[in-house]
Structure formats: C-alpha cells, structure tokens
C-alpha cells in the first residue's frame, strides 16, 4: 500500500524564518495530497491541499510544490509566528475527494519568539 | 462549521474487555472514518464508511469493529482490550457529493489500556 514518508521529524526556528517540509509518496495512484496541522488537544485543521495536475499552490505564507515525477513535495511557510508551532501532516489519497489518507509521521515545528 | 464530536475524550480500560468509542458528526457528510494515532506515527486508517450500516476496512483494521447505525453516528468498538492499542484515536468525515475535498476531524480519543 501506499507509504507517506516525512522530513524532517522536527524544527525549531526563530520567528520570522522560514522552513520547509518534505514528503515522499509511493504510489504513483496518489492523487491528492491534503497538509494538516495539529496544535496540542486540538483537532487536525487542514491547511493547503495540491492535485497531481498541478506544480504549485499557495495560500498566503504556505507554498506547496508537487513533482510527479520524483513523487515529491515539499511545503514551504514564510514569515513564521509562534503561532504557527505545531505537527504538519502530509498525506496522500487515492481519491480526489480525499476519503482514505495515508499520513505522513508529522513534523513538529516550535517557532521560538 | 463543521462538526465531528468524539466521546469520551479519554479513556482507561482494562486488557481483554471491551471499549466502544463513539462518533458524531453534524455536517450531512457521507463518509467518516477512524484513525489511530501512535507516538512517532502518523495517522492509519482503521475502518472507514461511506454510507449507514456499511462499514469497510481499512489499513489496520484487525482488533477493531465498526458500526455506523445512521449517517451522523460511527463507533469504533474494541472487543478484546489489548496494550498495543494504546493509542489516541481520530474520528474524521468528508463529503464526495460537493465537491469540497476537506476531511474534518474530532479532537480525539486517548485511550490507554492497562
């Protein structure tokens, strides 16, 4: 089955800076691939999503780059605050309308004021 | 906005009895699904379904059931209690008629067996 591997497993960064996530997928079926955040006792919010039609999409600080060919992507958060400190999920999905989600095993991210 | 509501929110139970975690969501979505979470891993997909009274499985489903008895409501029940399923379980719904591609998830189930 599909396999969600993510790097790095965490960051620590000044506020301000930037970071970037990878993930690599396995199935070359993955269609469509879902970012989530989880803050502690809080549910996971999603964030930004990209299709495999697509190379790039962004959503204000959030920038998402797809390759197909390497079965890559790579999420990138400019301007960091603290209250962006949180795990990020990648995930990938069979579907388009992204029911049945392999995750990725997150990236914690502390953003130090 | 939507709405998955998980209960309890936490939950000790003993090894070989039984635990039924329960799951509402008021947002009119056709599919809910249960996660496991585990220290160091991501979420996996246990049992999911697409409509009430059918449920499929999912990547790990074994030790776990499921039930969805209307469209708002999905147990997750664990008949036997083991340790290893120690972990923090997310309920989680989409809808495939819209269009709109989001999973929505609860806040999550910790369940610790001992």
New interface residues.
């Given amino acids: 089955g599909e396999q969600v591997e993510q790097l790095p497993s965490s960051l620590i960064v000044q506020e301000g800076a930037s970071v970037l996530i990878n993930c690599s997928y396995t199935d070359s079926a993955s269609v469509y691939f879902p970012w989530y955040k989880q803050e502690p006792g809080k549910r996971l919010q999603f964030i930004i999503d990209i299709r495999s039609n697509m190379e790039r999409k962004q959503n204000q600080r959030l920038t998402l780059l797809f390759d197909k060919k390497t079965k890559h992507l790579s999420l990138h958060i400019t301007a960091t605050q603290p209250g962006d400190s949180a795990i990020y999920f990648c995930s990938a999905s069979i579907g388009n309308m992204g029911y049945k989600l392999t995750f990725g095993t997150g990236t914690s991210l502390l953003v130090d004021p | 906005e939507a709405a ?1 509501t998980q209960s309890p929110r936490s939950k000790v139970a003993v090894t070989g009895g039984k635990v039924t975690l329960s799951c509402h969501q008021t947002n009119n979505h056709d ?1 809910m ?1 249960w ?1 496991r979470q585990d220290t ?6 246990i049992h ?1 379904s ?1 409509v009430a009274d059918s449920t499929e499985k ?2 790990i489903p074994d030790g776990y059931k499921a039930s969805r008895p209307s469209q708002e409501n999905f147990s997750l029940i664990l008949e036997l209690a083991s340790l290893s399923q120690t972990a923090v379980y ?1 309920c ?1 719904s ?1 809808d ?1 008629r819209t269009g709109d ?8 189930t910790r369940l610790t067996v001992v």
């Fill in positions: 998955v599919y699904y996660y160091g891993h991501g979420l996996r997909l999911y697409y999912g990547d997310f989680a989409s495939t591609t989001e999973v929505f998830f609860g806040k999550g």
